[in-house]
Nanobody, 122 residues
């Protein structure tokens, strides 16, 4: 059973960089051909895909967030990390990590983390 767990600060100040880590257990992030995504849901809005890192280490980003987003991984810890720079209150959301079995563009996920609330406020 694959499990994903998000971790990171729940409160970030405007203009700072948001950093979240997803720890994966029950499966390796390097296993062919899975993609590991970050997805968020602002209050009262739908899910927004932010980006993904592939089993190979290749990264893919939402065009609307690409200039502020970076996804990396630590294979020794079986973790992948989201960094979102220059945050504003509009970045307040529940952030999820998820596993995609059918490519980053399919937007299909078979395992999700429980989500972590991040609030951007001074």
């Amino acid at each position: 059973q694959v499990q994903l767990q998000e971790s990171g600060p729940g409160l970030v100040k405007p203009s700072q960089t948001l950093s979240l880590t997803c720890t994966v257990s029950g499966g390796s992030i390097t296993t062919n051909y899975y993609y590991w995504s970050w997805i968020r849901q602002p209050p009262g809005k739908g899910l927004e895909w932010m980006g993904a890192i592939a089993y190979s280490g290749s990264t893919y980003y939402s065009p609307s967030l690409k200039s502020r987003t970076s996804i990396s991984r630590d294979t020794s810890k079986n973790q992948f990390t989201l960094q979102l720079s220059s945050v504003t209150p509009e970045d307040t959301a529940v952030y999820y990590c998820a596993r995609g079995p059918n490519g980053w563009a399919a937007m299909e996920y078979d395992y999700w983390g429980q989500g972590t609330q991040v609030t951007v406020s001074s």
